[in-house]
């Protein structure tokens, strides 16, 4: 198989498919998918994902795929001599073949020397789980039949992996049975309802070695690719040794009768849970109070394998269970149990032993106070506004503001807050409006009088924001409340579309809150400087997909600061001609300026303040 397709995660995500709904986070239960403050679309970390699958049948609009498996498939046929270990689950899979018979010879046309099923591995993995059981009195094992609920223990709760049961799953115990009756060099895949079996699969080196998995959906692919239909084979069976009461493995609690364990409810040691946050809350009852309990705990991630991430979706738990049940009952009706027997007894010598290694995935609890700063961005310091409706993804508000403390997910996730926020800013654009009006209002009763001064203001200021608006790096002026005194063109365009709306309201964005624009990281880089008047110099941002260049200073000590923003990813804009341009228009405006400062508010010293503020951060930029 190809290196390239081993590198690829088990489960990703399709950017140009994904709606950015949260669905996928909101069903993941171990929050292994990410929305970071730089990122647009959620992203699944392979590092945390224990392959449950529940992220796919989330997505709606099919954003979310499993790693492929079938060239890697059909270059092993091409090229060696390989078996096929086909999971009991495929009786509940392929309702559509009248015959068990025929889809194992469909197998077989694929190219598949042997066919074999993986409920002889089930038997035998049985009778060890039996052995276990009984030999190991006192001590109580959580099966390890299935691959997720392994992957959740060694990422999750890695101190309860004594408690695994040290016995490999039947897919490798059948690939061991497979190699040593057919030769050690036989290639084997593996045909199942799982795909974090894709994973599991690079546990083994041995004679337990799984060369690739593909799921039934895959092996569908491959029929229709090969022209392979029921009505063209013949019957054919599935190659020894042939299982026994394995063929039940699909249905979670025939564990039991498969592995001959006592099934009275008054005086059995084993308790069978299954399906998604149920099999994982069994994990932390086991954890918590497996003293009180006294049972051994087999568990699946899903309502049994029949209903696994790797069959076609939507199917029904009831009657797919009722196909295995018919399947495994023709399949018993003139079975050989003595043959069955001597076969158990050639295979009993075999390793059937595994070991784990913890992969502890647990994120640190962030400091209280970090926690309690995200709550009260998000309007959520007081409990009564703790809604924890879940629309995030999240268990509740302090789960959510956990996580983004730690970085893995971001405030606009919270519906809530982000319509509040929207609500909240359009009614102050419309009171900024109001009192817009009324001063124009008070300012036409004095436009008389002061005419012609405010005519040469204009000028002026037009000369003064036309520097600005040719400056090919962003410039924005903030008071101590963080709202915007001036801002350039470059400016407004660097903040994004949303940024460009609230312009059409407001010109050049005066009065706008900055913390509307910038994420927390960003803004409060303006907070530290007008706290402590120490400019911040070639400070580098991650901002949308850009990448800044901030210098920000004082202009007021504690009242007002300017910042210059450059997009490290344009071409370098010749620095020496604007500081030129705004020194010129400095001398020739200054005594105007003066004349007219108590127009302006600050006055014209102010004024070459902020423009010689601008100058010494574009010359600091250009020795740099």
């Known amino acids: 198989m190809s290196k390239t397709k081993e590198k690829e995660p088990l489960v990703k995500i399709i950017p140009s498919k994904c709606e950015v709904c949260y669905a996928c986070v909101r069903a993941c239960p171990v929050k292994a998918i990410t929305l970071k403050v730089n990122q647009e679309y959620p992203k699944i970390d392979p590092e945390r994902c224990i392959g449950c699958g529940d992220c796919i049948d989330a997505c709606t609009p099919g954003a979310i795929v499993y790693r492929d498996n079938k060239a890697g498939t059909k270059h092993l046929l091409k090229n060696y001599k390989t078996a096929a270990v086909v999971d009991p689950s495929i009786s509940g899979e392929f309702e559509d073949i009248t015959d068990y018979r025929k889809f194992v010879e469909m197998i077989r046309a694929l190219g598949f020397v042997y066919v074999n099923e993986a409920s002889f591995g089930m038997d035998l993995v049985a009778r060890k789980y039996k052995e276990l059981m009984d030999n190991e009195p006192g001590k109580y094992y959580i099966t390890a039949n299935c691959p997720a609920i392994v992957e959740y223990v060694e990422k999750y709760k890695p101190e309860l ?23 050690a060099n036989l290639k084997v895949v593996f045909i199942g309802p799982c795909i974090d079996a894709k ?28 022209g392979i239909d029921e009505k063209q084979v013949h019957f054919s069976d599935f190659d020894d040794p042939i299982g026994y009461k394995g063929s039940l493995y699909p249905i979670s609690k025939a564990f039991k009768d498969i592995a001959g364990i006592d099934d009275d409810m008054l005086t059995t040691q084993e308790l069978t849970v299954d ?54 009952r023709k399949r018993l009706e003139d079975f050989d149990l003595e043959k069955w027997e001597k076969d158990m007894a050639e295979f009993a010598d075999l390793d059937y032993s595994r070991q784990y290694k913890p992969n502890d995935q647990r994120l640190p609890k962030p400091p209280r106070e970090k926690v309690e700063e995200v709550l009260k961005l998000l309007g959520k310091g007081d409990e009564k506004f703790n809604l924890s409706c879940g629309a995030c993804g999240y268990k509740s508000c302090h789960e959510l503001a956990e996580s983004v403390a730690n970085g893995i997910a971001k405030t606009d996730m919270c519906i809530h807050h982000s ?8 009614q102050t654009l419309k009171k900024t409006n109001e009192k817009l009006s009324e001063t124009q209002k008070a300012l036409k009763e004095s436009e008389k009088k002061a005419r012609e001064e405010q005519q040469k203001s204009e000028e ?3 000369t003064t924001s036309a520097v600005l608006q040719e400056l090919s790096a962003g410039v924005v002026v903030v008071n101590n409340k963080l709202k915007i005194v001036q801002s350039n063109k470059r400016f407004i365009n660097l903040m ?9 309201i407001i010109p050049g964005l005066v009065g706008a809150d900055l913390k509307s624009l910038l994420p927390y990281q960003f803004y409060n880089l303006f907070s530290y400087v007008l706290n402590n008047n120490e ?16 210098n920000i200073f004082t202009i007021k000590k504690h009242k007002i600061v300017g910042g210059v923003i450059r997009d490290l990813q344009e071409p370098e804009v010749r620095k020496e001609e604007v500081i030129n341009r705004v020194t010129e228009v400095i001398d020739q405006n200054l005594e105007l300026v003066q004349q007219i400062g108590y127009i302006l508010g600050e006055g014209a010293s102010k004024t070459e303040q902020m423009l010689n503020s601008i100058i010494e951060s574009y010359k600091k930029g250009d020795k740099e």
């Not at 004594?162 to 190699?179: C, L």
């Not at 799921?215 to 491959?222: A, M, N, Y």
């Not at 994004?496 to 059409?504: C, F, L, Y």
């Not at 991650?542 to 800044?548: A, E, G, R, T």
């Open 161 to 183: 992996l004594s408690n695994v049961a040290p016995i490999i799953s039947p897919m490798v115990a059948t690939a061991k049975v497979v190699r040593k009756r057919y030769g």
């Open 199 to 226: 994973e599991d699969a690079k546990r083994y080196s041995d004679d337990g070695q799984i060369d690739s998995v593909i799921t039934f959906p895959e092996l569908r692919q491959l029929f229709e690719e090969h």
């Open 275 to 328: 399906g998604g946050e149920l099999a994982l809350n069994a994990v932390e009852t086991f954890s918590t109070s497996i003293n009180q309990i006294r049972h051994h705990f087999n568990l699946y991630y899903c309502q049994g394998c029949m209903m696994g991430p790797g069959t076609s979706p939507n199917g029904d738990p009831i009657y797919r269970r009722s196909l295995v049940t018919a399947y495994a």
């Open 419 to 426: 319509m509040k926020n929207q609500k909240e800013y359009i």
């Open 460 to 462: 002026s200021l037009k």
């Open 496 to 504: 994004g579309p949303d940024a460009a709306e609230i312009n059409e």
């Open 535 to 550: 400019a911040i110099h070639n400070r580098d941002v991650h901002f949308n997909d850009s990448f800044l260049n901030v």
